[in-house]
């Protein structure tokens, strides 16, 4: 292959392949940086860049999440690449992701190496990898294919060396090259509303040379690059090809994988997307209503990928209201009252606004470092939902006898609240059989108001149902 431009660039690789296979481990021995510490449960949770010098030449990298829910910002990432490496641990071989991440590199058909990692770990066997390797229908070198493989340890180091040699050996292949004279262009590949810089956005130029003061287009994005920084944070008047850069001076948050380019203002279609006015929404019982929050704007569409695998009770559904990076704001909590929705924030907190306006109209905010942990509490809160929750549950753990339509019955609140005198659903499992009035109720044989969570009493109730140990009183 001829190169069209007179300059050679270095070769920009993303990382791909199964959650804990040790991708950021691996390019945390390459550049001598602890990234996998910093990510809360060990999971990279948002594409980060990164540039270093073997054998006197640069290479940068992109370090994509492993999980299943991230697809998309790997597929993006592959796009942004000139060559892969596919990271497979040879204890847990070839996995759901594994098979993923073999689709996306054939299909955009991007050269790669295949990093068989944890070599340094006993009783492991690289032969069954590359059968099973096979069996997804990549055929490495040795086992009746040409793909290159490197056998690594992220723990000791052993492999490393070679493994950048055959990277720079695949790009080489490519004759990787930009022109100097071209406007300068490149992909966006974070984005996020930081507190004290304002709008910063991660790209790597792939052509010409951005440099401070010129006017980028990223999409619907624009405006002035006021500051460059490199992947250290260290302020650059200039970025060239392959380089990581950090741009600051956009007037809104580019997306994802957006090509970003210098251009003019007069170029610019369209005007920034504005916050929807607050409208009132009427109650719905069986829709679980969401305003995402999150710190960066890859991590937002991950969170929204996860959402749509949510268990919710038979005729619920999730619906959205609004999404957006940074941190939880006062407007976010009026949209939530309005909307009668829960702020689902990923890496954010509220400001004191947000949180004072919340507490004064019981707003919930559920905040988390780990999207699974969110996901899991929407599944908890759309399951009592589910059982009719309102106000208060409580399980019956005993009969006392019943004369007419009034029973005595023993049970636990297991949440809300009980009050005396209230009405109630009388539910068998899912199955809702009567209802009921509780005429008196009582704990540790007194007289009470109400019996609230986690506590026991007995109540004097009337119902024509005859309520059974197990049973569930649902107060609405």
Same mark, same amino acid.
């Given at each position: 292959?001829? /190169?069209?431009?007179?300059?050679?660039?270095?070769?920009?690789?993303?990382?791909?392949?199964?959650?804990?296979?040790?991708?950021?481990?691996?390019?945390?021995?390459?550049?001598?940086?602890?990234?996998?510490?910093?990510?809360?449960?060990?999971?990279?949770?948002?594409?980060?860049?990164?540039?270093?010098?073997?054998?006197?030449?640069?290479?940068?990298?992109?370090?994509?999440?492993?999980?299943?829910?991230?697809?998309?910002? #790997?597929? #993006?990432?592959?796009?942004?690449?000139?060559?892969?490496?596919?990271?497979?641990?040879?204890?847990?071989?070839?996995?759901?992701?594994?098979?993923?991440?073999?689709?996306?590199?054939?299909?955009?058909?991007?050269?790669?190496?295949?990093?068989?990692?944890?070599?340094?770990?006993? *009783?492991?066997?690289?032969?069954?990898?590359?059968?099973?390797?096979?069996?997804?229908?990549?055929?490495?070198?040795?086992?009746?294919?040409?793909?290159?493989?490197?056998?690594?340890?992220?723990?000791?180091?052993?492999?490393?060396?070679?493994?950048?040699?055959?990277?720079?050996?695949?790009?080489?292949? @490519?004759?990787?090259?930009?022109?100097?004279?071209? %406007?300068?262009?490149?992909?966006?590949?974070? /984005?996020?509303?930081?507190?004290?810089?304002?709008? !910063?956005?991660?790209?790597?130029?792939? *052509?010409?040379?951005?440099?401070?003061?010129?006017?980028?287009?990223?999409? =619907?994005?624009?405006?002035?690059?006021?500051?460059?920084?490199?992947?250290?944070?260290?302020?650059?008047?200039?970025?060239? %090809? =392959?380089?990581?850069?950090?741009?600051?001076?956009?007037?809104?948050?580019?997306?994802?994988?957006?090509?970003?380019?210098?251009?003019?203002?007069?170029?610019?279609?369209?005007?920034?997307? !504005?916050?929807? %006015?607050?409208?009132?929404?009427?109650?719905?019982?069986?829709?679980?209503?969401?305003?995402?929050?999150?710190?960066?704007?890859?991590?937002?569409?991950?969170?929204?990928?996860?959402?749509?695998? !949510? #268990?919710?009770?038979?005729?619920?559904?999730?619906?959205?209201?609004?999404? =957006?990076?940074?941190?939880?704001?006062?407007?976010?909590?009026?949209?939530?009252?309005?909307?009668?929705?829960?702020?689902?924030?990923?890496?954010?907190?509220?400001?004191?606004?947000?949180?004072?306006?919340?507490?004064?109209?019981?707003?919930?905010?559920? !905040?988390?470092?780990?999207?699974?942990?969110?996901?899991?509490?929407? @599944?908890?809160?759309?399951?009592?939902?589910? #059982?009719?929750?309102?106000?208060?549950?409580?399980?019956?753990?005993?009969?006392?006898?019943?004369?007419?339509?009034?029973?005595?019955?023993?049970?636990?609140?297991?949440?809300?609240?009980?009050? *005396?005198?209230? *009405?109630?659903?009388?539910?068998?499992?899912?199955?809702?059989?009567?209802?009921?009035?509780?005429?008196?109720?009582?704990?540790?044989?007194?007289?009470?108001?109400?019996?609230?969570?986690?506590?026991?009493?007995?109540?004097?109730? @009337? /119902?024509?149902?005859?309520?059974?140990?197990?049973?569930?009183?649902?107060?609405?």
């Amino acid at each position: 292959m001829t /190169s069209v431009y007179p300059e050679k660039r270095s070769p920009v690789i993303v990382v791909m392949g199964h959650v804990d296979h040790g991708k950021t481990s691996l390019l945390d021995y390459i550049r001598k940086a602890n990234v996998a510490a910093k990510e809360a449960g060990a999971i990279t949770q948002s594409i980060g860049a990164y540039e270093i010098i073997h054998n006197e030449k640069r290479i940068t990298f992109i370090d994509t999440p492993g999980h299943e829910a991230f697809s998309k910002m #790997r597929t #993006r990432g592959a796009k942004v690449a000139d060559v892969a490496i596919l990271v497979v641990a040879v204890d847990d071989s070839v996995q759901p992701q594994t098979k993923e991440a073999i689709k996306i590199i054939q299909d955009t058909k991007i050269p790669f190496v295949v990093a068989i990692n944890k070599i340094d770990k006993t *009783n492991v066997s690289i032969e069954k990898v590359k059968a099973d390797l096979a069996q997804a229908g990549l055929l490495l070198e040795g086992y009746g294919g040409n793909t290159t493989w490197q056998g690594v340890s992220a723990k000791t180091g052993e492999g490393v060396n070679e493994l950048l040699d055959l990277l720079l050996l695949s790009a080489d292949m @490519e004759d990787l090259s930009w022109d100097p004279k071209a %406007p300068a262009k490149g992909f966006i590949i974070e /984005s996020r509303r930081d507190s004290k810089k304002g709008i !910063t956005a991660v790209a790597v130029v792939k *052509n010409g040379v951005l440099k401070t003061g010129d006017f980028l287009i990223a999409g =619907s994005a624009h405006g002035k690059a006021k500051s460059l920084e490199d992947f250290t944070g260290k302020k650059i008047k200039e970025a060239v %090809p =392959s380089s990581p850069v950090l741009i600051l001076g956009l007037e809104t948050l580019p997306a994802v994988g957006e090509t970003i380019a210098v251009g003019k203002a007069e170029d610019v279609k369209g005007s920034a997307q !504005t916050r929807k %006015p607050v409208t009132a929404q009427p109650i719905d019982e069986k829709t679980v209503r969401l305003i995402l929050k999150s710190d960066v704007s890859g991590s937002l569409e991950a969170l929204h990928q996860v959402l749509k695998g !949510t #268990r919710l009770p038979e005729g619920f559904k999730l619906e959205v209201m609004e999404e =957006s990076v940074g941190e939880i704001t006062d407007g976010d909590i009026k949209m939530a009252i309005a909307s009668h929705a829960l702020i689902i924030g990923f890496n954010v907190e509220p400001n004191k606004a947000a949180l004072s306006l919340a507490k004064n109209n019981e707003t919930q905010i559920i !905040t988390s470092e780990i999207i699974y942990d969110l996901v899991k509490k929407i @599944e908890e809160l759309a399951l009592n939902l589910g #059982r009719g929750m309102a106000k208060g549950d409580l399980e019956i753990l005993a009969t006392f006898g019943k004369k007419g339509k009034v029973q005595i019955v023993g049970g636990k609140v297991i949440m809300g609240e009980i009050p *005396n005198h209230s *009405n109630v659903k009388i539910k068998r499992g899912e199955q809702e059989l009567g209802m009921g009035k509780i005429i008196n109720t009582q704990s540790n044989k007194k007289d009470v108001q109400k019996i609230p969570v986690g506590s026991e009493g007995g109540l004097l109730i @009337e /119902s024509e149902t005859l309520i059974q140990v197990g049973d569930h009183l649902i107060y609405s």
